[in-house]
């Protein structure tokens, strides 16, 4: 069996069982409001690093502004253009009446047949080489060429050329308000469907992707998948708040500043009085953590920003037993007991640290939550009342075993 | 094409901003996650959002402790801003940033006749 091609998206490559397989058609099915456009765009790219080649049909707009998205997303096509590796199909141009400079174009957008005849000769070109060839998008082609229900008749015929080709193709499609039959013919033509939609949870509208369908897949996981693009960047996995609570000096904020790409924190006479928050992006997952004050004066506003969380991280220093008592008291207050947490235990590296299991044992945890000592960069660098660099190794630790327990 | 709620959201801020002396605009839950926005490029809305809610927070929390009622908005007031928030129902804060020299009196109004807009339809 051929390798599975990575998406360039990992969680994805998750719920396709190591990436979309070669050669089988691929349906990005979109509710609209949401993007799908990032999806195409990272999986070209990744493909293309890959030593894949790759056309974008686009019909939406012109290829210049693809270009500009692109780049705009940090992901730079030229040299692989120049190579000879990638090419656009200029399918919007002719709409314009205007002449298209690009590699591959038509004259007559609204005809599939003329499209057909262009694609032919697109993979001829590149047939020597798994090639990924990106619709954008499938709704304007249903839209502008015959009845639906024809352009469909005529992309199955395309299809097995498509494949002797070794091209995959990947379809971006907004379902607008067609008729049922139409979606649902639509739905079966696919070897794998990945939707795309926006679902409304305790009144804030966000964006999940889930795999419905992929031919290859004995069973289909109904994991449904938070996202949110950023730019530069592209899909990244979303968690909208990670708490990040503990007793007064254990190193939240020094947790929140080493682990974000940027952070700001109420902090006064060095400590926090409000809250820390802070953007995380790692491992394509784009997170935002909230650290809470410690001290118990602040405890009255611990259930404001406790809300909503999806998981915790527990600081508690290593050397102090007497603040585990009140690590545990401040997930009762933030009412975030039994969400996925992790305890990171800090200043594991100083005199008098306990090890995890004793550390365990105090707190009298159950076994499903993981402890990680974490330790300062460089104790030289440590000072009293302001945040610390921590070993990046070890936030990373942390934060990947948390993720995993959320999503 | 569907009207979702956070397209009518934000409708009703842009409505708000659209006056001049409103420079920005949000949706906030109390708990300070974004709901519906429109602020100026730059302004990183997550956290905007983070601290206005827990400023909010904060201080209802204060007032409670005075045992008075809790407040009908807060306002903070700099050099070349005002930031005002309100409450929009029980599920939500409208944060509005303000033109220093506008006229207090309707700029709370308009957002009064917001926030009940906004009550509507975060439930």
Known sequence: MNMPLKTGIPKLDELLDGGIEEKKSILFYTTPGVENIPFAFQLLYNRLQQGDNAIYLVNTKKPDAVRFMLANYGWDVSEFEKKGKFAFFDAYSGLLGLNSKERFSVKNTSSIEEIKKELTKAMGELKNNNTILVFDS????????GTPESTLACLKNCMPDIQKSNATPIFLFTAWAYDKDILNQIRTFFEC???????????????????????????????EVPFKIVKPGGVRVYIPKILVTGPYHAGKTSFIHSASTKAVSVNRLGTTIALDHGHVDFNGFAVDLWGTPGQERFDPILELLGGESLGVVVVVDSTDPK??????EMLELTKTEGLPSVVAANKSDLKGALTPDEIRKRMKLPNDIQIVPIVADDLKQVKDGEPCKLRQKDIESVLSKLFEMVV | MPNTKKEKLTQILQKLTSSGDIEGAAVI??????IASDLSEGIDGDTFAAMSATMTGAAETAVQELKKSSPDRVIVESKNAKLITTG???????????????????????????????????R
């Open chain 1, 138 to 145: 499938l709704s304007n082609l249903l839209d502008l060429c």
């Open chain 1, 323 to 328: 603040g585990f008592a009140r690590a545990k």
């Open chain 2, 88 to 122: 929009a129902g029980e599920q939500a804060i409208l944060a509005c940033i303000v033109n220093p020299n506008a006229k207090l009196g309707l700029i709370l109004i308009d957002m009064k006749k917001a926030a009940d807009d906004i009550k509507k339809e975060v």
């Open chain 2, 29 to 34: 839950t109390r708990d300070g996650l974004l």
């Open chain 1, 193 to 223: 469907v990945i939707d795309l939609k926006a679902i409304e949870r305790k009144v804030i509208l966000r964006n999940y992707f889930s795999v419905s369908k992929a031919i290859w897949l004995k069973k289909i996981s109904k994991n």
